[in-house]
């Protein structure tokens, strides 16, 4: 008798996850124009600067916060929900999504008071008669394609994100077109980011207080989009915790145990270890245990070390003014034509007292 071996078919190949250098090439060289003479990154930075300059009225003066609000209930746990925070989901959500709903958090407070009724009234692609940007216009994404020009895949990719938003998370609400029987992506309703399966109030600009806000230059210098998911939910993750513990981020920093960021953020491992590319780009102070490897995170003696509660966590104070700077070329400079300054700086721990005479840096 033959014995046969079961063999399982091969399934088909997982795409491999490109580079993250790669990730922001692709950005750095997007462009709408064939030629690549108008760079993409160059041409959106312009536009949501002036949004929050004019609050989209050409000619006027916008309420230009330098703080955007976030309600925490879409960051983490909260008490009385037994739905969770969407920002894990989003985290998982390929494309545009996650993206999108900050971006329109953004322009939704560039525009409006508190309280007052959002209306964003922006069309996913331009029109040549309308008053206000597009979406096409504010969004910036690797539109490489061989079957679609740079914009129509753009605007591919919004509309995907939105159906994602309104069908997975309840957090827009997509209009129809009754006409044609379908959805009419011109007509979207901002839900409130603490929206559930079951409530989804229309979104207003919150009140002040019990927030959780990031700098306004988050989206005008383009972080929100030259970052990755788990980076972008590690840096708002972090931004939280420091809403909680103001005087500790400003004194020590914020960290989040293990247990912490599984039960109040729902955020696992991979996306915590995002928070090394945030220092890398600066947008992060650390201090890690004297003992740890600043690389690759090992503690001497760890063992011995935990059972005496010697062990210290790492510890985070975010930079705002690094937000400031342009991020897409600022991550070229980083990652493609690093200096010794940046090589210096993923071997520091934070306890070195150390003063750099090219950058003019003072390490805490």
Sequence with gaps: MTTQTNVSAPGRPRASRPARSRINDRLLSASDDASGSTLLHIEVQQRL?????????????????????????????????????????????KGLALRLELLMLFDAQCRFEPGQQVHLGRTVEAAADQSSESWQGLVLADSTGDYRDAPTLRARQIRDAL?????????????????????????VTLLSEASTPTQRPPYAVPAPGGLVRISRHFFTSLWVFALTNTEIAAFLALSAKRADF???????????????????????????????????????????????????????????????????????????????????????????????????????????????????????
Excluded: C
């Design 49 to 93: 600067e002036r949004l929050w300059q004019t609050g989209g009225r050409r000619g006027g003066t916008g309420r230009r916060p330098e703080w955007i609000s976030i309600r925490p209930a879409f960051l983490k746990e909260q008490p009385d929900s037994e739905h969770g925070p969407v920002l894990p989901r989003l985290v998982r959500a």
């Design 163 to 187: 159906r994602v938003l309104d069908d997975q998370h309840h957090l827009v609400r997509v209009g129809k077109d009754n006409r044609r029987q379908r959805r009419d992506y011109d007509k």
């Design 246 to 364: 103001p005087l500790t981020h400003t004194d020590a920093g914020v960290y989040a145990p293990q247990s912490t960021r599984q039960r109040q953020f729902a955020l696992k491992e991979n996306t915590w270890r995002s928070a090394r590319s945030l220092y890398q780009f600066r947008l992060l102070d650390r201090k890690l245990d004297p003992n740890r490897d600043p690389r690759s995170g090992i503690i001497a003696d760890f063992g011995a070390r935990w059972k005496k509660h010697e062990v210290m966590p790492t510890t985070f104070t975010i930079a705002d003014g690094a937000l400031e700077k342009h991020a897409v070329p600022t991550i070229d400079q980083i990652l493609n034509h690093e200096t010794v300054d940046d090589m210096m700086r993923l071997e520091r721990t934070g306890h070195e007292i150390a003063i750099s005479g090219t950058a003019g840096r003072v390490t805490r």
